[in-house]
């Protein structure tokens, strides 16, 4: 079946800090990967997405690429701000299927202190 | 252009009651999901609808049942509600082709004691 698994937080950094969190999945097929975050009280916003094998999607500073071989889709900021702090999500879509269901990891709550 | 709206945000029922929860997609957005999301078990996907018709459902017991309405406005039904219905219920509306990216009500927060 399809699963998203993430790395078990919380992750806590100082602002200026690199930052990265870790997601491998197991899917049919060639799914699409996502990173969403929430904000404390919010709903989720998609941050990044990729749609093929070595696309790499970015905003806001936020990157992760798409590896097949490693069926990996690990996101990285170069330098975080206390701004990030929120709850990240990495889910995938199955496109093997018609719809477009997200199968969501657990979520690894960032907390960046100054 | 307006976001996915979810009506009410707030809701506390008692055990054995029903609810209904809706949701009303940005314009143009002929797909709605909902989500269920909980301490315990994270984000799960509930159903999706599309163009008045469920395209997918997940792993939920017949209490949680939806509908779509041909303004693409959705709403969910939880019957005999039970105390582990509590949860955050997020609806996400797209365009409706595979993969496409979904955008995320700020959600119904159920209560049930």
């Known amino acids: 079946g399809n699963s998203v698994t993430q790395m078990e937080g919380p992750v806590t950094l100082s602002e200026e800090a690199f930052l990265t969190i870790n997601c491998t999945y197991t899917?049919?097929?060639?799914?699409?990967l996502f990173w969403y975050v929430q904000y404390p009280g919010e709903g989720l916003q998609l941050l990044l997405k990729?749609?093929?094998?070595?696309d790499k999607g970015s905003n806001k500073g936020f990157e992760a690429t798409y590896r097949k071989e490693t069926t990996s889709f690990h996101l990285e900021k170069g330098s975080v701000q206390v701004s990030d702090s929120a709850v990240y999500f990495c889910?995938?879509?199955?496109?093997?299927?018609?719809?477009?269901?997200?199968?969501f990891g657990k979520g690894t709550t960032l907390s960046v202190s100054s | 252009k307006a976001g996915v709206t979810q009506t009410p945000r707030y809701l506390i029922k008692t055990r054995g009651q029903q609810v209904t929860l809706s949701c009303s997609p940005i314009?143009?957005?002929?797909?709605v999901s909902w989500y269920q999301q909980t301490p315990g078990q994270g984000l799960q996907f509930l159903f999706e609808?599309?163009?008045?018709?469920?395209?997918n459902k997940g792993n939920f017991p017949g209490r949680f049942s939806g509908r779509q309405f041909s303004n693409s406005r959705s709403e969910m039904n939880v019957s005999t509600l039970e105390l582990g219905d509590s949860a955050l219920y997020l609806c996400?509306?797209?365009?409706?082709?595979?993969?496409?990216?979904?955008?995320f009500g700020p959600g119904t927060r159920l209560t049930v004691t």
């Open positions: 990729a749609t093929k094998a070595d």
């Open positions: 899917a049919t097929g060639y799914p699409s």
């Open positions: 996400a509306s797209n365009l409706g082709a595979s993969g496409s990216e979904q955008y």
């Open positions: 609808y599309f163009s008045e018709t469920q395209r």
């Open positions: 889910a995938l879509s199955p496109n093997y299927q018609a719809g477009t269901a997200l199968i």
């Open positions: 314009s143009g957005h002929r797909s």
